[in-house]
């Protein structure tokens, strides 16, 4: 409840109504128990009025976003020696003079790397766009040690301009421009690509370099876009199964270190990815994931479930199946379990990035790994399949892919199903948003209750 003790955060910028600075931070006082509210100010023009009216009103802090992230360096009291060398602040801290500049879009994404595994130390890296956004990414790069970075942009200036500054406030040569059509200069390797420009926010939008085979260069990619999910750039990526996602996690951490500066605290890793999936679920819709044993349904009532939504459907053992050229069986006979297990993880990890508003039918063990439950969480709500074990007999006994339906006695076969199913059932409990009981229940029947609880939870 606001009162007279509320402390009020906020953020500047024009435009500023589409913002999702406030689901991250209000949420963050609300876990924390924080008495603070966080308010979108729209700013036109005016920057140095605006941040002197902020000071007036005890304003605890503010973001600042585009345009005034320059401007706004004029108003400040004290900058942070990283904020002035990128030459952008999106963040002001109060103090007793004013207020204090910070850039946490560069730590932000720096953490946002760290999180999916990309280092920048040593390696060749291009970026593409030459414009505020990639200020703190070329700052980043060079920070952090990379050993050569192409910076490309449509206007050879910009781009010249940006890496003149950037290599001499650390005194090397380490950033080359190119315009967009010299791209070809740079030398035919595996290289860290971030995509800086604004160029697919909208579905029209071209990418700026549009030859296919540039990507191929493409070890792992950052898009700064954070909405769409899925950008044209990332497609590419994702299309040639290199590693990539896009600016949701920058944002996230940059307003998580916005928030810590404010309070002087340390946001944990657990509330960061409850928030992370809050403003995914927000963003680009939830997906749906079905657990179950082995005969349940899940693919059956998985693919309906997806016609009726409008929602795309993913079988993770035919993803398997498909991406290493086998069955499921062969793997097992070949590989062990141990192996196929450590496959479903990883997928897990690369659709948390990239899968949205879409229904995901696992392999009956997937909820063996305490890790595999809590991705899955992440990617959305969990619905468990359950039937019994002679319905479950009845429906695979001529499935001979199968290596537990190996043998001839039936009675054996049954006794193996009834005793996996009484052991992975607490897993499959666990991990469930809803449970449901689909033992001689049609599709329909079925679907009916999975709406009801999809409605009950809007």
Known sequence: MINGSTEVLGIIGNPIKHTMSPDIHNTLSDELGINAVYVPFQVEDGVKSAVEGAYRLNIKGLNVTVPHKQDVIDCL?????????????????????????????????????FSEGINIKDENIIILGAGGASRAVCYMCLSEGAKKVYLIN??????????DEMNKYFGCSVIIPLAKDEYKEIPFGKYLMFQCTSLGLHDSDEMLISDENFYDMAKAGVDLIYNPAVTPFMKELINRNVPVFNGLKMLLYQGIEAYELWNEIKISDELTERILTKLRKKLYGDNIILVGYMGSGK?????????????EFIDTDAVIEERENTSINSIFENSGEESFRNMETALLKEFV????????????GMVLRPENIRLMKNLGRIIYLKTDAEEIYERVKSDTKRPLLKGDDCNEIKNRISDMIFRRTPYYETASDLTVDVTKKDVNTILEVIFNFILARK
């Not at 449509?154 to 890496?163: E, P, Q, Y």
């Not at 693919?299 to 929602?311: F, H, P």
């Open 77 to 113: 009291a004290e900058i942070d020696d990283a904020a002035e060398k990128i030459g952008a602040v999106n963040t002001l801290v109060r103090t007793e003079n004013g207020y204090k500049g910070y850039n946490t879009d560069m730590s932000g994404l720096k953490r946002a790397c």
């Open 154 to 163: 449509r206007r050879k200036d910009k781009a010249i301009s940006l890496s």
């Open 299 to 311: 693919s059956t009532v998985g693919k309906a479930l997806a016609e009726k939504l409008s929602m």
């Open 353 to 364: 990035n990239k899968k949205y508003n879409t229904v995901i039918s696992t392999g009956g």
